[in-house]
């Protein structure tokens, strides 16, 4: 389908554009937990196919993009590649600065869970969900879709009166995975 269609979304504005609501259609066809995101620019244009963090999709996005044309001026990424951690993170209006993210590794002893504990200054309760989301746009960003999946199984957000323990820079978090 995307043969048919690249040429319309070198120039696409919006989603609810037809082409764009085709593609999105098929895919969920496969499976309705399955989105894209691309970008276009002159120097080449990107598409990729992610999972939205669940691991269980990982094989079904990496079959599709083993199968996705070969097209000039496409490259094709299955799962969000790992690009650094953004200066701003913004989700349905809320923006939230990186640099005001720290955050806590949270190991559960009894569980073998590793958890993620975003520490934000001034959470307003009405946002949060979306503050929260913002955040977790960021981590895919900062530590590519795969990794943030199989490094954390879970994360939470509190406030720096709530924080408890150690904690160090959001953006720092890929060294800190390191380790």
Same mark, same amino acid.
């Given at each position: ?20 609501? +085709?593609?999105?259609?098929? @895919? ?9 995101? =691309? ?17 269980? &999709?990982?094989? +079904?996005?990496?079959? *599709? *993009? ?16 790992? =690009? ?7 989700? %349905?209006?809320?923006?939230?600065? *990186? ?5 806590? &590794? +949270? ?8 958890? &993620?504990? @975003? *520490? ?7 946002? %949060? ?6 955040? +977790? ?19 939470? &957000? ?7 323990? %150690?904690? =160090? ?7 800190? @995975?390191?380790?």
């Amino acid at each position: 389908v995307f043969t048919d269609h690249h040429v319309a979304f070198e120039t696409m504005e919006s989603a609810d554009e037809p082409d764009y609501v +085709l593609l999105l259609e098929r @895919l969920h066809e496969l499976s309705p937990d399955i989105y894209f995101e =691309f970008m276009t620019s002159p120097e080449g244009n990107e598409f990729v196919i992610t999972a939205d963090g669940e691991q269980s &999709l990982f094989p +079904l996005v990496e079959e *599709i *993009i083993a199968a996705a044309p070969k097209l000039d001026n496409w490259s094709f990424f299955a799962l969000k590649p790992q =690009f650094g951690f953004p200066e701003l993170s913004e989700w %349905e209006g809320v923006r939230m600065r *990186i640099a005001n993210v720290r955050c806590i &590794l +949270l190991e559960c002893m009894d569980t073998d869970e590793l958890g &993620l504990r @975003l *520490i934000v200054p001034h959470i307003d309760p009405a946002t %949060e969900d979306s503050l929260h989301n913002a955040l +977790l746009r960021a981590i895919d960003h900062g530590l590519g879709e795969r990794r943030f999946a199989e490094s954390f199984d879970f994360t939470e &957000l509190v406030n720096p009166a709530a924080a408890g323990g %150690e904690s =160090f820079p959001l953006a720092r978090l890929d060294a800190e @995975l390191s380790r």
